[in-house]
């Protein structure tokens, strides 16, 4: 099992910038691919962007030039900064950690909202 904290998140204006932050712990040898999910009100779940152990990374179009994921192995977080926010980027966001593109594990959300 591997257990997913996420902090960060809040209240910010329109054009702001806010930064999330994902520590695991566990079987963190399972997994290798960490990113972040979120979820709108009245909206599925979506992909916000990946990063696997080599540093690969995958976005959305939608937070593509915005949004930026990073990770530091050594101490199993990942980080996800956010620029430019915009109001349909309110949501609640969800780290997640599994292997290539399947995720198994997933924290308990942390709600961002973006006020206009």
């Known amino acids: 099992q591997v257990q997913l904290v996420e902090s960060g998140g809040g209240l910010v204006q329109a054009g702001g910038s806010l930064g999330l932050s994902c520590a695991a712990s566990?079987?963190?040898?399972?997994?290798?691919?960490m990113g972040w999910y979120r979820q709108a009100p009245g909206k599925q779940r979506e992909l916000v962007a990946t990063?696997?152990?080599?540093?690969?990374?995958n976005y959305a179009d939608s937070v593509k030039g915005r949004f930026t994921i990073s990770r530091n192995n050594a101490k199993n977080t990942v980080f996800l900064q956010m620029y430019s926010l915009k109001p349909e980027d309110t949501a609640v966001y969800y780290c997640?950690?599994?292997?290539?593109?399947?995720?198994?594990?997933w924290g308990k959300g942390t709600l961002v909202t973006v006020s206009s």
């Open positions: 566990g079987s963190i040898f399972t997994i290798n691919t």
């Open positions: 990063i696997t152990s080599g540093a690969m990374t």
């Open positions: 997640a950690a599994g292997l290539g593109e399947s995720m198994f594990y």
